[in-house]
């Protein structure tokens, strides 16, 4: 018998061994889906329930001892022939799989597992002597918890789907892996030893060279003298090499440790992918489809922090290509198409970045429909959306809350799936391609970095400073002259390979000054997001080169054109552009626009105040206002604000409320009893979120309100726009 602190000792191997075998129940039950004969997988999973009753039994933990010994009655009677393995019976076993995830998860944060479970005892005792049995109101109570995988010796959070999302806080580490950090670790020491030796070198060598100074002016030139002069000589080259040499061993051994210490944090994608068969299973069970998946390259390595954020976007690809893409039986055989669908994961290596494509054969993306949605939602660019291309369509199905599904069902819908792929993969700087054709089905591909630790591209110049593009997001450079431009609807654009394609100046975007210079050659980094293709001129290319990535200051991370900084090879920060974001500021402009605006001698900004007496907050509302081109001000309280506007007029101000000298809300008054001001637009920024300092603010004559808590670069540019424009 345990005592509590012996018991609590091992429950950690307890869980790792749990674990494995809910691994093993779901593996077998999808084997036995395809070959109910298979004896082996039978076996299979009769040994992983005898093992985990023993185990839990030792432990007593005795829900799960009797959840599994149900399940284990169940599959006897399956192995002697009193009935058959059917559907209802493989989805009782993922509930129960569900259901065994759950106690593991509260057993590692409570140390029990009592959860409400007799519904399932009652179904398994009906299975067992043949009765009808009804799966209603089997799914776990709580959320099944995220399993521990074989390279983890921790748990995790829950997902909305029961599907399992990676966040471990330790991971295992294979001891030949140690070994050469430990081995690379001694060779960076035996370097230092061997700088110590030439430094000491160098002190022999000062000491010498001070006595050969200090020599009797009698000795200069003598035969001595000009010797020791050249052994100085020998000696000073021969330290140099020395030194050259060890520091550049240095170097290499420093970067091997890098390399090593970094692939710490490298994890199986068959962590993430291995869930996603039982539920394909569990799919296709619900909606009566047939469905033939595959997963190839799950063994592939990815950066633990980008395997936690593609969890989910496949999660919801995989659900739209089921509820969506994936047609009918009866459907498929009338199109001429095998009955079953295909639905295929393809995961390779290219470039330096992870390639996931997810391919199904089904009916393919409706672009009429799509067209047909964005231009109900977006009026005012009907014409405009009405000649797109079909790829150009595609930035709007990743849009939040765009559905072409006239009615909500539990998979769609929303509008919600592809907008949170969208989310996760830009949070991990990734790219998203789509490929599809009518009854031909689609292609979503996924390019990932295969670490954040490090970054690839190109620097570029645009406006006299240097930007980093990373590479993941270039379809191309090419150097064009000035007869292949052309201007379509007022935009540049350049024929590339029979595609036409729009080019921007970057400078545009970056708040940098910009003149259109005639020139025969025109530099162009075509880049891709989305099934979308952009031109971005820049002055020049400058280099490829692989880098330690830096993410923003925290101050700084909601600048949604910059993602990062690296140095380059004078140690000069330069900073990282983000692609999608830079697209999207693109397709607002207009080139013949562009050029008016940010033509150096005909700048027309709007003058915006900001008043808030914390430093940080005005920087940070300053900063993203001009990012989006507007001149800032700013003032530390109410009083200072007036004496701004008394030098000078401002299309628009922003305020806080809480300040010291003079609150918002007197602020506010006083502005509407200036003539001058009483028509600027007011948007009010605070902590304070209260309807009815709300209410007061509006009655004063505020125009907008936004919460601290909920502040962002989004909702501050949208309140602006929607005021001046």
């Given at each position: 018998?345990?005592?509590?602190?012996?018991?609590?000792?091992?429950?950690?191997?307890?869980?790792?061994?749990?674990?494995?075998?809910?691994?093993?129940?779901?593996?077998?039950?999808?084997?036995?889906?395809?070959?109910?004969?298979?004896?082996?997988?039978?076996?299979?999973?009769?040994?992983?329930?005898?093992?985990?009753?023993?185990?839990?039994?030792?432990?007593?933990?005795?829900?799960?001892?009797?959840?599994?010994?149900?399940?284990?009655?169940?599959?006897?009677?399956?192995?002697?022939?009193?009935?058959?393995?059917?559907?209802?019976?493989?989805?009782?076993?993922?509930?129960?799989?569900?259901?065994?995830?759950?106690?593991?998860?509260?057993?590692?944060?409570?140390?029990?597992?009592?959860?409400?479970?007799?519904?399932?005892?009652?179904?398994?005792?009906?299975?067992?002597?043949?009765?009808?049995?009804?799966?209603?109101?089997?799914?776990?109570?709580?959320?099944?918890?995220?399993?521990?995988?074989?390279?983890?010796?921790?748990?995790?959070?829950?997902?909305?789907?029961?599907?399992?999302?990676?966040?471990?806080?330790?991971?295992?580490?294979?001891?030949?892996?140690?070994?050469?950090?430990?081995?690379?670790?001694?060779?960076?020491?035996?370097?230092?030893?061997?700088?110590?030796?030439?430094?000491?070198?160098?002190?022999?060598?000062?000491?010498?060279?001070?006595?050969?100074?200090?020599?009797?002016?009698?000795?200069?030139?003598?035969?001595?003298?000009?010797?020791?002069?050249?052994?100085?000589?020998?000696?000073?080259?021969?330290?140099?090499?020395?030194?050259?040499?060890?520091?550049?061993?240095?170097?290499?051994?420093?970067?091997?440790?890098?390399?090593?210490?970094?692939?710490?944090?490298?994890?199986?994608?068959?962590?993430?992918?291995?869930?996603?068969?039982?539920?394909?299973?569990?799919?296709?069970?619900?909606?009566?489809?047939?469905?033939?998946?595959?997963?190839?390259?799950?063994?592939?390595?990815?950066?633990?922090?980008?395997?936690?954020?593609?969890?989910?976007?496949?999660?919801?690809?995989?659900?739209?290509?089921?509820d969506h893409g994936l047609e009918s039986p009866d459907s498929r055989r009338r199109k001429g198409k095998p009955a079953a669908g295909t639905l295929r994961i393809d995961c390779c290596s290219e470039g330096g970045n992870i390639i996931v494509r997810l391919t199904d054969d089904g009916r393919g993306i409706n672009y009429g429909k799509i067209r047909e949605k964005a231009m109900a939602q977006n009026p005012l660019q009907a014409d405009e959306i009405r000649a797109m291309e079909p790829a150009a369509l595609n930035s709007f199905i990743f849009s939040p809350s765009f559905s072409t599904t006239d009615a909500v069902r539990d998979l769609s819908g929303r509008g919600m799936g592809l907008d949170i792929v969208r989310h996760n993969i830009e949070q991990v700087k990734g790219r998203i391609t789509l490929e599809s054709m009518p009854d031909a089905g689609t292609t979503f591909i996924l390019s990932l970095p295969l670490s954040l630790a490090t970054v690839e591209g190109f620097f570029v110049s645009a406006g006299g400073e240097k930007f980093l593009i990373p590479s993941n997001f270039i379809h191309e450079i090419a150097i064009v002259d000035e007869s292949q431009r052309m201007t379509i609807l007022d935009r540049w654009a350049v024929k590339l390979h029979g595609k036409v394609v729009p080019v921007y100046p970057l400078a545009a975007v970056l708040d940098r000054s910009w003149e259109e210079e005639p020139g025969d050659r025109i530099f162009v980094v075509v880049v891709e997001s989305m099934g979308e293709m952009v031109g971005i001129r820049v002055d020049a290319v400058v280099q490829f080169a692989s880098l330690i990535y830096k993410p923003l200051p925290r101050g700084l991370s909601g600048l949604g054109l910059l993602q990062g900084i690296v140095f380059d090879d004078n140690y000069n920060i330069v900073s990282i552009l983000y692609i999608p974001e830079v697209m999207r500021r693109f397709k607002s402009i207009r080139d013949i626009e562009t050029r008016r605006k940010f033509s150096a001698d005909r700048r027309e900004y709007k003058r915006v105040l900001v008043v808030d007496d914390s430093y940080s907050a005005r920087e940070i509302q300053r900063s993203i206002l001009e990012l989006e081109n507007y001149t800032v001000e700013t003032a530390a309280d109410g009083i200072e604000g007036l004496d701004r506007l008394k030098e000078q007029r401002f299309h628009l101000i922003i305020t806080d409320i809480k300040m010291p000298r003079m609150d918002g809300l007197t602020f506010v008054e006083n502005l509407r009893r200036d003539d001058g001001n009483r028509g600027t637009p007011v948007i009010v920024v605070s902590s304070v979120d209260d309807p009815d300092t709300r209410r007061q603010f509006m009655e004063k004559g505020a125009n907008g309100f936004i919460v601290k808590s909920e502040f962002d670069r989004g909702n501050l540019i949208q309140e602006v726009k929607a005021l001046i424009g």
């Open positions: 018998m345990f005592s509590e602190s012996d018991r609590d000792e091992f429950i950690d191997n307890y869980l790792d061994e749990l674990n494995e075998n809910i691994e093993r129940l779901d593996g077998a039950v999808l084997t036995l889906k395809k070959d109910p004969e298979n004896e082996d997988a039978l076996n299979l999973l009769l040994r992983a329930l005898h093992t985990v009753k023993g185990s839990s039994r030792m432990l007593k933990f005795n829900h799960v001892e009797a959840v599994v010994h149900g399940l284990e009655n169940v599959f006897k009677g399956i192995r002697e022939k009193r009935y058959a393995l059917s559907r209802p019976l493989i989805q009782l076993v993922f509930i129960s799989t569900d259901h065994l995830r759950s106690a593991a998860g509260k057993i590692r944060a409570e140390k029990d597992d009592d959860l409400p479970g007799g519904g399932l005892l009652a179904v398994y005792e009906k299975v067992c002597a043949s009765e009808p049995f009804s799966l209603e109101g089997l799914r776990p109570a709580v959320e099944p918890r995220q399993p521990v995988g074989s390279d983890s010796t921790a748990g995790s959070g829950t997902s909305r789907n029961g599907s399992r999302i990676v966040q471990y806080e330790t991971i295992r580490v294979k001891l030949s892996r140690m070994e050469r950090i430990i081995s690379q670790f001694n060779t960076l020491v035996l370097n230092q030893f061997q700088l110590k030796k030439e430094w000491g070198a160098i002190d022999e060598l000062e000491t010498e060279f001070r006595e050969l100074m200090a020599a009797d002016p009698g000795q200069a030139g003598t035969p001595a003298h000009r010797k020791q002069q050249t052994g100085c000589l020998k000696r000073i080259r021969g330290i140099r090499k020395n030194f050259t040499s060890a520091i550049d061993l240095l170097e290499r051994s420093t970067l091997a440790v890098q390399d090593e210490i970094y692939s710490l944090r490298m994890l199986p994608m068959s962590l993430i992918l291995s869930p996603l068969e039982k539920m394909v299973a569990e799919l296709s069970l619900s909606l009566d489809k047939e469905i033939d998946f595959s997963i190839n390259g799950g063994d592939l390595l990815l950066d633990k922090l980008v395997l936690e954020k593609l969890n989910d976007p496949l999660i919801h690809l995989v659900r739209n290509a089921i």
